[in-house]
């Protein structure tokens, strides 16, 4: 079961890490180091939009839905929660985004970028933003529903459209390259409703009922969206430190290496909240819990230890592929920065359990202080070991979350029936 389903959602995570590669690599080849490092400091932004626009529910869209399934009532009003949860949470985002447009200080956070080219992105990433939020959220109901062939090609489709809007206006120049990242996903998200719909997920049907259930939301809200805000707050942060102590080419050079964990943490997450967060309840017992939990953890970090090596192994190789020559100083920072996606891999899988369980205190005293400890550690190893500091405060920090989120894992509570 578990094989059948690794690679059944490994190979529709292959596609997504095929757009986000060629993405990457269009990037790399048009953009020098600095103009790189501009454009991550961007997705960063559209993060922060993506996390306060739609509450960080995807895991609760899932999780929910698959609790609720059968009870067709339950569920209709469970989602009708869910959707005017996001709907308010959009409209409050976008007026923060258009005063943010107009009274940020873009010209330190996007040196040497015209700054109303930087608005303008801003304004087009609304509805792009939007439209992110409709594909993960129809994509998470399938999951949810078990509808595996429709969560697949959604996501398909979706990759493949992206990879297409920014070759071709790349290519043409016909946008600039911040707004072209902000507006690749508003076609595809027509085509994630439209397969959505065919499953069940009718949002005119969904609004006419008359149930609103709201509480079960409020956990998984408070656990996607903590993180999903703090991390790039964090990364801005190191990325706006590497500058200053090293130089804007530099932070290139290290949102390079960051972008490697990202392509391998995107497939590993996404496979993992496939497998894992459906079969997580908290009327299991704890026999049937660990029986099912601990080989398939077993597996996961074996899986992961097979991958960072292979990555070591060939980490020269690895640059060129998904970048390009100037970014070629990357490899040799590369040791710790897999050490710690080594560990990152087990920790995903553990907090998983807690998101399934909604256990939010403890969720997010760990990601709290785990987000934390990377800043300062990224910050204080920059004085003490120069720009290695950042990949060995991210490695450490992976494990100490790992062990931490094991612990805790293992001492909760379980049905005793």
Same mark, same amino acid.
């Given at each position: 079961?578990?094989?059948?389903?690794?690679?059944?959602?490994?190979?529709?995570?292959? &596609?997504?890490?095929?757009?986000?590669?060629?993405?990457?690599?269009?990037?790399?080849?048009?953009?020098?180091? !600095?103009?790189f490092?501009?454009?991550?400091q961007?997705?960063?932004?559209?993060?922060?939009?993506?996390?306060?626009?739609?509450?960080?529910?995807?895991?609760?869209w899932?999780?929910l839905?698959?609790?609720?399934?059968?009870?067709?009532?339950?569920?209709?009003?469970?989602?009708?929660?869910?959707?005017?949860?996001?709907?308010?949470?959009?409209?409050?985002?976008?007026?923060?985004?258009?005063?943010?447009?107009?009274?940020?200080?873009?010209e330190?956070?996007?040196?040497g970028?015209?700054?109303r080219?930087?608005?303008?992105?801003?304004?087009?990433?609304?509805?792009?933003?939007?439209?992110?939020?409709?594909?993960?959220?129809?994509?998470?109901v399938? +999951?949810?529903m078990?509808?595996?062939?429709?969560?697949?090609?959604?996501?398909? %489709?979706?990759?493949?459209?992206? %990879?297409?809007?920014?070759?071709?206006?790349?290519?043409?120049?016909?946008?600039?390259?911040?707004?072209?990242?902000?507006?690749?996903?508003?076609?595809?998200?027509?085509?994630?409703?439209?397969?959505?719909?065919?499953?069940?997920?009718?949002?005119?049907?969904?609004?006419s009922?008359? !149930?609103?259930?709201?509480?079960?939301?409020?956990?998984?809200a408070?656990?996607?969206?903590?993180?999903?805000?703090?991390?790039?707050? %964090?990364?801005?942060?190191?990325?706006?430190?590497v500058?200053? +102590?090293?130089?804007?080419?530099?932070?290139?050079?290290?949102?390079?290496?960051?972008?490697?964990?990202?392509?391998?943490?995107?497939?590993?997450?996404?496979?993992?909240?496939?497998?894992?967060?459906?079969?997580?309840?908290?009327?299991?017992?704890r026999?049937?819990?660990?029986?099912?939990?601990?080989?398939?953890?077993?597996?996961?970090?074996?899986?992961?230890?097979?991958?960072?090596?292979?990555?070591?192994?060939?980490?020269?190789?690895?640059?060129?592929?998904?970048?390009?020559?100037?970014?070629?100083?990357?490899?040799?920072?590369? &040791?710790?920065?897999?050490?710690?996606? &080594?560990f990152? !891999?087990?920790?995903?899988?553990?907090?998983?359990?807690l998101?399934?369980?909604?256990?939010?205190?403890?969720?997010?005293?760990?990601?709290?202080?785990?987000?934390?400890?990377?800043?300062?550690?990224?910050?204080?190893?920059?004085?003490?070991?120069?720009?290695?500091?950042?990949?060995?405060?991210?490695?450490v920090?992976?494990?100490?979350?790992?062990? %931490?989120?094991?612990?805790?894992?293992?001492?909760?509570?379980?049905?005793?029936?």
């Amino acid at each position: 079961m578990f094989v059948k389903s690794f690679l059944g959602s490994g190979a529709v995570t292959a &596609f997504n890490a095929l757009r986000a590669f060629a993405i990457n690599k269009l990037l790399a080849v048009f953009l020098p180091p !600095a103009a790189f490092a501009c454009v991550g400091q961007f997705m960063n932004l559209l993060t922060i939009g993506q996390a306060t626009s739609s509450l960080a529910l995807q895991n609760g869209w899932t999780s929910l839905t698959a609790q609720n399934f059968k009870n067709e009532k339950q569920l209709l009003g469970v989602w009708r929660g869910g959707l005017r949860l996001t709907t308010f949470a959009s409209l409050f985002t976008f007026v923060a985004a258009v005063l943010f447009c107009f009274m940020a200080p873009l010209e330190t956070l996007f040196p040497g970028m015209n700054t109303r080219l930087v608005q303008a992105a801003i304004l087009f990433a609304l509805p792009g933003v939007f439209a992110t939020n409709i594909i993960a959220i129809c994509a998470a109901v399938m +999951n949810g529903m078990g509808e595996n062939r429709k969560w697949a090609l959604i996501n398909i %489709v979706a990759s493949l459209w992206q %990879v297409l809007w920014v070759a071709f206006f790349l290519y043409t120049g016909q946008l600039s390259v911040l707004s072209i990242i902000a507006t690749q996903s508003i076609v595809a998200a027509f085509f994630a409703i439209r397969i959505a719909s065919q499953a069940g997920f009718r949002v005119k049907k969904v609004w006419s009922t008359a !149930a609103d259930i709201r509480e079960p939301w409020v956990s998984y809200a408070l656990m996607g969206l903590v993180p999903m805000v703090m991390t790039p707050v %964090v990364l801005t942060v190191i990325r706006t430190a590497v500058a200053s +102590n090293f130089g804007q080419d530099a932070a290139g050079i290290w949102q390079s290496v960051l972008k490697v964990s990202d392509f391998l943490f995107m497939m590993m997450s996404a496979i993992l909240t496939v497998i894992i967060l459906p079969k997580v309840s908290a009327q299991q017992t704890r026999q049937e819990f660990f029986k099912l939990f601990n080989p398939l953890l077993l597996r996961v970090m074996g899986i992961s230890l097979v991958m960072v090596t292979a990555l070591f192994l060939c980490r020269g190789l690895l640059v060129q592929i998904l970048f390009s020559r100037a970014y070629m100083g990357a490899a040799d920072y590369l &040791f710790y920065q897999l050490l710690g996606d &080594f560990f990152r !891999a087990g920790g995903f899988s553990l907090a998983l359990v807690l998101i399934a369980r909604r256990e939010t205190k403890k969720f997010l005293s760990i990601e709290i202080g785990s987000e934390i400890f990377l800043a300062a550690g990224s910050l204080i190893l920059m004085k003490l070991v120069e720009f290695q500091g950042p990949m060995m405060a991210y490695a450490v920090e992976n494990f100490l979350y790992f062990a %931490v989120m094991f612990v805790v894992v293992r001492r909760l509570k379980w049905n005793q029936q």
